[in-house]
């Protein structure tokens, strides 16, 4: 029934990841491995998402990028469809504050939350670096809470393998991660202040992040 509402099966698997993958950029190739589907069909749909000003492109490296336009006019209603039902505006709209931001509600689960929280208690995971393309953080994934060091290496180990990429990845417990903010940790809030993709937010980010 939505592939028949919003035009095809791809283009519905593509507004799915993106929505649900806020903040983070994407490249074909990626794209059509996570998917699943003809790079043809792919390329064909993002030139269509692209024209309605849906998602965003720019080149890095020589590789173009895709990602889903926060301040597209319609962002909203698509993400309460397909994404993680957030609420969120784009960092440089005018409508919402950061405080609306950030009391936003979901109404679905990222695609890894269930994963981290199998590995305990976890306060605050964040998608950093590689995933959204800003080397400001240093990491490419920031965890906080009293977790499993087990799983949680389990758990980064199949990301990894998932991404075909190695990661650089921090696990705070939470007194260390609340004693670094009350004295202005440098490497804590510049991972705070760079772009990131919030996975889990139990009461641990900052009202100013």
Do not use: C, W
Not at 14 to 28: E, G, I
Not at 98 to 123: A, F, M, N, W, Y
Not at 156 to 161: D, F, P, V
């Amino acid at each position: 029934m939505i592939e028949q509402l919003f035009g095809s099966k791809t283009r519905v698997k593509l507004l799915r990841l993106f929505y649900a993958n806020p903040n983070r950029s994407f490249y074909v190739r990626e794209i059509t491995r996570k998917i699943e589907e003809q790079i043809n069909s792919v390329r064909r749909e993002l030139s269509n998402l692209l024209s309605m000003g849906i998602v965003g492109s720019d080149t890095q490296n020589n590789r173009l990028y895709y990602e889903v336009n926060q301040s597209y006019e319609f962002y909203r209603p698509l993400s309460m469809i397909f994404g993680t039902g957030e609420t969120e505006a784009a960092p440089d709209s005018k409508k919402s504050s950061k405080k609306d931001t950030k009391t936003s509600t979901k109404t679905t689960q990222h695609p890894l939350e269930k994963d981290i929280r199998g590995i305990g208690k976890v306060d605050l995971a964040l998608l950093l670096g590689q995933f959204t393309r800003d080397e400001s953080s240093g990491v490419d994934i920031l965890i906080v809470g009293d977790v499993n060091q087990t799983k949680a290496q389990r758990f980064i180990t199949e990301l990894e393998k998932a991404e075909n990429k190695e990661l650089r990845y921090t696990i705070l417990a939470r007194p260390d991660y609340t004693y670094r903010l009350q004295i202005k940790d440098r490497f804590i809030y510049g991972v705070l202040a760079s772009k990131k993709q919030i996975i889990i937010d139990d009461q641990a980010l900052p009202a100013d992040f």
